[in-house]
């Protein structure tokens, strides 16, 4: 099983204890997903070190002040190490008051131009920003060669298709297991099989109300994902498997 997004650096985790525990619990691959520059540093580092773990590099829409073109260097010497995955998390956050839309568009397309240039697929983050988000996506078409996820995908099945038309895959996490989670269990009966894919957001949106999420947790959401789609646990296992491959030919 595998968890294309998640975040340790500076989230208290304890080590080995945790790796230990997300290996137990049967979790081949985990992707540790940047959002600052010192945060990719450090996952790369993990990474170096533990089987089965890679990471990707990106900074976060809301996570800008000090984005600009040594930033881009910086994020272009992370990804030539052999396990960097990917561009990302990138994209647009609208959630939060006094967001700068210009700063974040700027940032946005720097790093789509970033991964064309690298050859890399791309995660993206977009929250309260769907329009932008799609319009971005296409006037940039050309970055997207090598594919991108949306990550923790949640704006419904209404937008699913227009996602879909570009190339998209989706990874769906803990929200799934909750049962007012209408939005989101429609998206993921609406995906296409071949563009699904699991994640936690570790530490973030546990399947279990109050917890600290962990890739651990993946068992849990793969075989909801499963009943949702009304496969068996095999199926759905086999199928993220393929679709990482596809999405991430680095991860080895």
Known sequence: MIDVHAHFAAEG???????EKIKAAKVEKVILAADTLEHAKWHGEFAKTHNGCYFTVGVHPSELENFGREAVEKLKEMAA????VAVGEIGLDYHYPDFDKRAQRA?????LSMAEELSLPVEIHSRDACADTLAILREHFCSLKSGFLMHCYSYGRENLGDFLGLGAYFSFGGVVCFKNARRVIES???CPMERILSETDSPYL????GEKNTPANIPVIVEKLAEIKGVSLHEMIEAIRSNASALFPKMR
């Open 81 to 84: 190490e052999e396990k960097c």
């Open 206 to 209: 546990s399947p279990f109300r």
């Open 13 to 19: 985790y304890e080590f080995p204890a945790e790796w």
């Open 107 to 111: 940032a946005f397309e720097a790093q």
């Open 188 to 190: 993921v009966t609406d």
